[in-house]
């Protein structure tokens, strides 16, 4: 076994061995269930979603849907009998394919965590029956936890060898229930036999045929997850990671791995040029996408997130027809460029009010895939959640459905929970016309903030009338330099210059207060008192509002974009080892000012105040219109009951 990097090589030659006993299993076996109950199908409520859980019975004589197959576990016999055709079709085959070498891999890993955990040694002393009473604890806990990781790298393996295979079906097979976890093989078994109980019960087709075996693979993943949580001896299987060649598929622990296929990207693309004012959010958006391209695949990290200023967060926000989605349209085109030119994988997906589901749980689960998705550290990924005011409820508010307050827990947990890591190989970018309807916390998990504010002056507004009007016209453009006020530089510069003082009324006051009684805000104890007038004027501003400031003046001490020819061709930078990139950006960094320091300070205060102005307003206006309602149903009352 060659390793390289933090990544073992799973060989070939040691998953193929397994493909007898994998075989075997799928062809057949006994298996009385231990957990699950074994039950008469149901009649599906509607198409892909059963009334509840539908086992095939065990009760000999007992009349099911497929009452040619013997009783057992025989789920090569279970595929086949999908459909009403005689001959086993492509997509059976390649199920039956992707289910055996799964198997194999599983029990590939389990064989290896055994190795390394001496499990090896305690199951032959058991067999001789020479095992020590001091030892058995161990044991138990030690089959325990390679059941377990058996169970899960059968799961993922299914999933990401099938994924190729899914189509727009969809099913709900509920909760997995026959997990055992005594050894390996009888997890197996125990999850072989569900499995042909959910073929049996939703595969009406070949398409419900995937989607089962994938609705399936995921629901054992999460349970196998959950216990593992609570299991004993599984750092050997967590902190390892195999790599099998032949399918890309790279077995981390507990974190599912998704098969790394672009999204096809059908949006029209917009270059920098097409995009007029908003300068700053422009500039970022430019310096955020090259950010992506210095990813290292082997390293499974990018050197601007360890050495800091990697954008994982943002938000854009402004009024409506600013240009939150053209700079979308043009972060998304320069990304997917860039990749084609490096022979990346790009993957773009937007969560939109579609992913709200009336089902339980669903809106939950629909969030989670988007963040998987993206993730998938075998990708660069962009994620965009557009009108996320609509879509990520605000707790406390009457308003927010039980599926929009699932989506806000689920991308709080993604962008600032306890297991978030970021790599660098994707960023989230979260755009609103109504930021101050956004949830406080959800919205702070925004590292950086990009004010989609449109045409600002009269250069922008003759730009950007000059760009939208074509050319099938001769009307002369007059006394103006066309573009010259777009140069970003130039441009950014005057805009980072501007948030020398604050702009909301708010934080001016907190401004003047502050520098009135400390002077020029030089030390890092002035700011450090500014900071906590402005804590003080909005209890809204914690910790984690600091974090997000630091982490921008961080990206300033990274101000500066990669330089074209880095991007152009993989030569000069791309093809380069992770040691490398790191050394050629750090040449690059810039001292962090004091000047940086308060433009960012302010920037981001004037942002929350802005939001809390509005926030607030709205509030006030909503209990405004309820005092008048109430006011006017109390005069009918009275005069109903005067009449």
């Known amino acids: 076994m060659s390793q390289t990097g933090n990544v073992m090589e799973l060989r070939e030659d040691d998953i193929t061995k397994h493909y007898a006993s994998a075989l075997a299993m799928l062809q057949g076996f006994d298996h009385a269930p231990r957990i699950a109950k074994s039950e008469a199908p149901q009649a599906e409520r509607s198409s892909g979603l059963g009334t509840r859980r539908a086992f095939r019975s065990t009760t000999p004589g007992l009349v099911t849907r497929r009452t040619e197959r013997p009783q057992g576990v025989q789920v090569l016999a279970a595929i086949e009998a999908v459909g009403e055709g005689d001959l086993v079709t492509p997509t059976q085959a390649a199920v039956q394919t992707g289910l055996r070498r799964a198997i194999a891999i599983a029990e590939a890993v389990a064989e290896q965590f055994g190795e390394r955990t001496g499990l090896v040694d305690l199951k032959r002393a058991n067999l001789a029956g020479s095992l020590a009473e001091a030892k058995k604890a161990e044991f138990s806990e030690l089959l325990t936890a390679e059941a377990l990781a058996a169970l899960y790298t059968f799961a993922n393996a299914t ?13 709900e097979i509920g909760d997995v229930e026959e997990m055992l976890v005594e050894n390996a093989q009888l ?12 073929i049996e019960a939703f595969a009406a087709s070949d398409a419900k045929l995937v ?16 216990r593992a949580e609570t299991a004993g001896r599984l750092e050997p299987f967590r902190e390892a990671s195999w790599k099998v060649e032949a399918d890309g598929l790279v077995i981390d622990g507990f974190t599912p791995a998704h098969k790394a296929k672009s999204s096809t990207l059908t949006m029209q693309f917009k270059k920098p040029n097409e ?13 955020l996408a090259k950010m992506l391209m210095a990813y290292d695949f082997d390293k499974r990290l990018n050197p601007f997130a360890e050495l800091g200023g990697f954008i994982f967060t943002f938000m854009g926000d402004g009024a409506p027809g600013t240009g939150k989605t053209t700079l979308i349209q043009m972060m998304a085109g320069l990304i997917n460029d860039y990749c084609q030119v490096a022979g990346y994988t790009f993957r773009y997906q937007n969560l939109s009010t579609d992913n709200i589901d009336s089902y339980q749980g669903k809106s939950g689960q629909n969030a989670r895939a988007f963040i998987n998705n993206i993730i998938e550290p075998n990708v660069i990924g962009f994620g965009t959640i557009d009108d996320i005011d609509q879509l990520a409820g605000k707790r ?10 699932e989506i806000t827990a689920v991308l709080m947990d993604a962008f600032a929970g306890a297991n978030t890591v970021v790599r660098g190989n994707c960023t989230f970018g979260m755009f609103s016309n109504y ?8 919205r702070q998990r925004a590292g950086a903030r990009f004010l989609v504010d449109g045409p600002q002056t009269r250069e922008d507004y003759i730009d950007i009338l000059h760009l939208l009007m074509g050319k099938n016209h001769d009307i002369p453009l007059g006394d103006h330099d066309l573009m010259a006020a777009q140069e970003i530089k130039a441009a950014v510069a005057a805009s980072f210059e501007s948030h020398g003082k604050p702009k909301e009324a708010g934080l001016l006051n ?13 030390t890092i104890a002035k700011l450090g008192t500014y900071l906590k007038g402005i804590q003080q004027a909005d209890a809204r501003f914690t910790g984690r509002a600091i974090k997000n400031i630091t982490d921008a003046v961080k990206v300033r001490a ?7 020819a880095w991007v152009e061709t993989p030569e000069p930078f791309l093809a380069k080892d992770y040691e490398t990139k790191k050394a050629m950006i750090s040449e690059l960094r810039v001292p962090i000012t004091i000047d940086m320091v308060i433009q960012e300070i302010n920037r981001y205060a004037d942002s929350e105040f802005r939001y809390a102005d509005k926030s607030d307003e709205v509030a006030i206006e909503n209990a405004v219109r309820d005092m008048g309602r109430m006011d006017e149903a109390k005069r009918r009352y009275l005069a109903e009951k005067s009449g």
Do not use: C
């Open 159 to 171: 999933a990401y060898l099938l994924a190729a295979h899914a189509s727009e079906e969809t099913i």
């Open 187 to 198: 997890a197996l078994h125990g999850a072989l036999w569900e499995l042909d109980q959910d």
């Open 211 to 226: 989607a089962t075996v994938l609705a399936f693979a995921e629901a054992l993943m999460a349970k196998v997850a959950v």
């Open 275 to 287: 995009v007029v004012g908003n300068h700053i959010a422009k500039y970022q958006a430019l310096r």
């Open 396 to 405: 406390g508010d009457r308003q927010s459905s039980a599926g929009q307050l």
């Open 435 to 442: 930021p101050e309807n956004v949830d406080d916390a959800l």
């Open 510 to 522: 907190v401004w003047d207060r502050v520098s009135g009684e400390l002077g020029d805000l030089d």
């Open 558 to 564: 990274m101000d500066f974009e990669l330089p074209d």
